[in-house]
């Protein structure tokens, strides 16, 4: 927050996104500026995400909601359940654990801003 308080100041910053899982940042950062549902953009997984920043609202991609994603609490998430989060092949080679898997955003809403 430093780094940005401080380009936001010299006038400098034009653009800036700071993402993260709807949780505990609202307590510190505030209501964000945008909420959006991973599999808005292509993605595979239930998980509200949080953007704050400035930057353009993106066009969804998705209208409908795949019939593989289920919302429900202990129930399969990605067709596969949670233990096994689907990883994008670009990052097949870093051997991510679930919780890096499930970091990683949507190529989709990165483009969209």
């Known amino acids: 927050m430093e780094i940005i308080w401080t380009a936001r100041e010299s006038g400098s910053l034009k653009w ?23 599999w808005w953009f292509g993605g595979d997984n239930v998980k509200p995400t949080d953007v704050w920043g400035y930057f353009k609202e993106p066009a969804r991609a998705v209208r ?22 689907n990883i994008p092949k670009e990052y097949a080679y870093m051997k991510l654990g679930r919780a890096a898997a499930r970091a990683i955003t949507p190529a989709g809403i990165a483009r969209g801003m």
């Open 16 to 38: 800036w996104a700071l993402e993260n899982s709807v949780g505990f940042l609202r307590h510190f950062l505030g209501i964000p500026n945008y909420t959006f549902h991973q």
């Open 64 to 85: 409908k909601k795949p019939e593989n994603i289920v919302t429900s609490i202990g129930k399969k998430s990605n067709g596969r359940g949670w233990a096994k989060p």
